[in-house]
């Protein structure tokens, strides 16, 4: 194993930058002085109003607002508002691009934009097209749009994709399934390819459902969090709220994470403004740093522990579970020396993470990216559920396995259909409603579709919402394979970089779109918790201005493309109809018909477990054995560079900094970890110092793409050999292995080399 990987020596806060400025928990008064900066500035009225709107927030999946107001969860509790619902409602406000923009500025002067600036452009409000040879944007009309996009479809079925992000609507994400699978085409490649295929995918193979199995409510019964590659203090603000209530009533967290995240060890929530905000909150009980992708092998340890001590629960593997015995024999069959040279972490240390679960009466283990965006993704997913099957949290109240989701509708589009593998239940029910039966051919995935389009077989693709140019690795290759298809027609609401890089053969063609909370009809959307909300219809601030709601604009096309017969897809553009569909379709979804009359927002059917009997044939949970992963760090010569040169070899996880959402950068600064711009790399002091480098000294960081200059060098509490660096900007320099059984990129273990 190379020397990076065996490093066992554990980082201390003491290897931290010395920056005094970084605050020494999360949450806390930046985020006060943020909401107050916002809410009272000359748009606060607007940011006011749009947080009190029926809507759920636009940001993250954990899900809040809705019917019962935009302040509250699903179990009517208050104040469930976090800064990054502001912060996104705040760039949805902006103002409209002018209409002569495109007149002054050449696609060459809008590729030099930086992601923030792209977003600070302001809102699109008229549809453009780039032709092919034009060096500007120009307005069209609509009527051209429409004969445009019609030519485009109307190809063989297979040279047809559509790309989608996880805001838009459960509506929207329907329509667009059912206008291409009536196409004939499976390509509906969504950003969750990128994000939890593999949670799905893992979870579905042992439980026949792909979701979380536990609900809010179930989640506030537990006595312990096990929570894995995920830094909820930035991304899902409000499970901080749960994990400071856990702690109060005695339970445990344990964090596996490399970064020694602040806010995860302590965080100040502004929900609780005496007992939190001033002193802030104990987050994790334990914090484990394992090495980035090692995830596998500290959870098999910790399934050794509880084996040798004789603390698994046989009753509860013998009755609910298959494929136990192979585990436990394969578990057995592996040393703790392997265990702990492959995590990095001490046989004391994992002990004491399974200590802490045995006592536990109930555990909820819950993860995010560092888990799923690994070439052995799925493997993780399944390493997870056995600790909770052996341990018997799983099916009961208070305990069980729960996804943390990304964007605020992601499991929406997959509960409508809009995925690579469709459920055979709505496969049958859409082939009823068409009357006919649907292609059988496998569908491109994101990864799946790059390749395509770079090979030359993709001519049409239609984006709903997202960043399919900066959301992906190796961005040359994107742009180039992007360039390969014909016509590509983007759904947004604001600019990105991919609207200026990611274009088409003969032409790119940009539609505004309305917002969730400004819709001139109702829509619902899917929390990662299996929530259903309804959004009132709204209005938009921008005056004059020539929008179209995605609704509107998939079910016109679709007519034009289909006819009448057998969908009306011009009735469908009153979204009542829409959920009419979804609930004879969409297994769980019953409620969805009456939504409009009855307001209730509901629980999706069949996705908590209460009782360890899962939809699987044999209605008990499939266990799989979880192979250790093999993780070897190339030496620095196999960059290409000469013997001479000082450089350090790192296994860089590529994420998100404290003020952007995904591709969206809103602020440039990430203050909790010390960084205070974007060309940062935050590393251990001793791998920097092992080849004569020092904090803030400018670097080249290289992949095995291409390579970022003039990065500087942030200490941080991370464990030797790992290092962060933020997305997209970072996408540019590698080509990860991707997960074989899902496609999704291995964006959390990226080797580069780091030199000067
Ligand atoms: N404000 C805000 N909220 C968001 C988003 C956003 O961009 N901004 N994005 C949304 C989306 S789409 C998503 S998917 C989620 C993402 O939410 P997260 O998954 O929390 O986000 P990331 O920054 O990708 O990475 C999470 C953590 O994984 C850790 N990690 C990296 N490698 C490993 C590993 O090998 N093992 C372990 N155990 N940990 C590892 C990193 O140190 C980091 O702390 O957030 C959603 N919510
Ligand atoms: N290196 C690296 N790369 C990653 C990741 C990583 O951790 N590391 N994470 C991956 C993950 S988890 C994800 S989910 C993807 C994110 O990938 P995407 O979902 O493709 O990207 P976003 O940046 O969320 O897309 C933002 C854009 O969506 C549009 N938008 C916002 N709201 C709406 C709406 O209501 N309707 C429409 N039509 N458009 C709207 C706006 O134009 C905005 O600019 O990135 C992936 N890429
Ligand atoms: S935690 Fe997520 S859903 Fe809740 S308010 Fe914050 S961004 Fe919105
Ligand atoms: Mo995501």
């Keep these: 194993m190379d020397k990076n990987n065996q490093q066992q020596i554990q980082p201390t806060s003491s290897s931290d930058s010395q920056n005094e400025s970084i605050p020494d928990m999360g949450g806390g008064f930046p985020v006060l002085k943020y909401w107050a900066e916002n809410t009272l500035s000359p748009e606060g009225f607007k940011i006011w109003k749009t947080l009190f709107h029926k809507s759920a927030c636009l940001s993250c999946s954990w899900g809040t607002g809705g019917q019962k107001g935009g302040f509250t969860n699903e179990e009517g509790e208050k104040l469930q508002r976090c800064m990054k619902s502001v912060e996104a409602i705040a760039s949805e406000i902006q103002p409209a691009i002018k209409t002569n923009f495109f007149e002054q500025r050449s696609i060459k002067e809008l590729q030099q934009l930086t992601s923030r600036e792209a977003d600070r452009l302001g809102r699109w409000s008229f549809p453009v097209i780039l032709s092919q040879g034009s060096s500007h944007y120009q307005r069209i009309g609509w009527d051209e749009i429409y004969q445009l996009a019609e030519t485009a479809f109307k190809i063989t079925p297979e040279r047809v994709a559509s790309y989608s992000s996880g805001r838009s609507s459960n509506e929207a994400a329907f329509l667009l399934q059912l206008m291409m699978r009536t196409l004939g085409s499976n390509n509906l490649a969504d950003c969750s390819d990128l994000c939890h295929a593999p949670s799905t995918f893992g979870l579905k193979q042992i439980f026949g459902t792909g979701t979380s199995m536990v609900s809010l409510k179930s989640l506030q019964q537990t006595d312990c969090v096990v929570l894995a590659g995920s830094n909820a203090s930035y991304n899902h603000p409000r499970l901080m709220n749960e994990l400071i209530k856990l702690r109060e009533r005695g339970g445990k967290v344990i964090v596996i994470n490399p970064v020694k995240e602040r806010g995860l060890v302590k965080f100040a929530s502004p929900a609780f403004p005496i007992k939190s905000l001033l002193t802030g909150s104990e987050i994790a009980s334990l914090y484990l740093q394992p090495i980035p992708g090692s995830d596998v ?338 030496q620095p010569q196999d960059f290409g560079v000469t013997n001479y040169t000082r450089g350090v070899v790192v296994a860089l996880m590529t994420g998100r900094s404290y003020a952007q959402h995904n591709t969206v950068v809103y602020q440039v600064k990430d203050p909790y970890r010390g960084m205070s711009h974007r060309n940062c790399i935050l590393m251990n002091r001793l791998d920097a110092e092992s080849v004569g480098l020092q904090e803030h000294q400018r670097v080249t960081v290289r992949g095995n793409a291409s390579q970022l200059e003039n990065i500087e060098i942030i200490y941080g509490a991370i464990r030797p050999g790992a290092a962060l660096m933020f997305y997209p900007e970072v996408n540019v320099i590698f080509n990860p292995p991707k997960e074989s059984r899902c496609g999704t990129p291995a964006f959390k273990r990226v080797p580069v080399l780091v030199y000067l």
């Design 297 to 634: 092998a500290l959870f098999i340890g910790i399934q050794k522990s509880l084996i040798e001590h004789q603390k698994i629960n046989r009753e509860f593997l013998q009755a609910y579970t298959e494929n136990w015995s192979e585990v436990i024999s394969d578990v057995c069959s592996i040393s703790w020396e392997t265990i702990t040279e492959t995590c990095g972490i001490s046989q004391i240390e994992i002990e004491a993470a399974a200590d802490i679960i045995a006592s536990s009466p109930k555990v909820v283990f819950a993860w995010a990216m560092g888990i799923t965006q690994q070439q052995n993704g799925v493997d993780n997913v399944s390493s997870i559920a056995n600790t909770a099957l052996i341990t018997g949290n799983v099916g009961r109240l208070g305990a069980g396995l729960m996804p943390v989701r990304g964007h605020s509708n992601v499991q929406g589009f997959g509960s409508m259909g809009v995925t690579v593998r469709l459920k055979k239940e709505i496969q049958q029910s859409l082939e009823k409603l068409l009357g006919r039966s649907l292609s059988r051919l496998p569908g491109y995935d994101t990864q799946a579709l790059i390749e395509a389009a770079d090979e030359g077989k993709v001519d049409t693709l239609i984006c709903v919402g997202g960043n399919l140019y900066g959301a992906n690795p190796n961005s040359q290759k994107v742009k180039r394979a992007l360039g390969k298809i014909k016509t590509i027609i983007y759904l947004a609401t604001k600019p990105n970089l991919g609207h200026f890089h990611g274009l088409a053969q003969r032409q790119t063609i940009i539609i505004p779109v309305l917002n969730r909370f400004e819709n001139p009809h109702k829509t619902t959307v899917e929390s990662g918790n299996n929530f259903v909300r309804l959004n009132d219809q709204g209005q938009t601030h921008l005056k004059n201005a020539d929008l179209i709601a995605e609704v509107d604009f998939l079910t016109e096309l679709a007519y034009r493309l289909h006819g009448e017969h057998p969908v009306n897809w011009r009735k469908l553009q009153d979204t009542k109809y829409v959920r009419e569909l979804i609930s004879q379709t969409i297994p769980g979804f019953e409620k969805m018909a009456n939504i409009d009359e009855t307001k209730e927002e509901f629980t999706i059917g069949g996705r908590i477990f209460n009782q360890p009997h899962f939809p699987t044939p044999s209605g008990k949970a499939v266990m799989f054995v979880t192979p250790l992963p093999q993780l070897t760090l190339p």
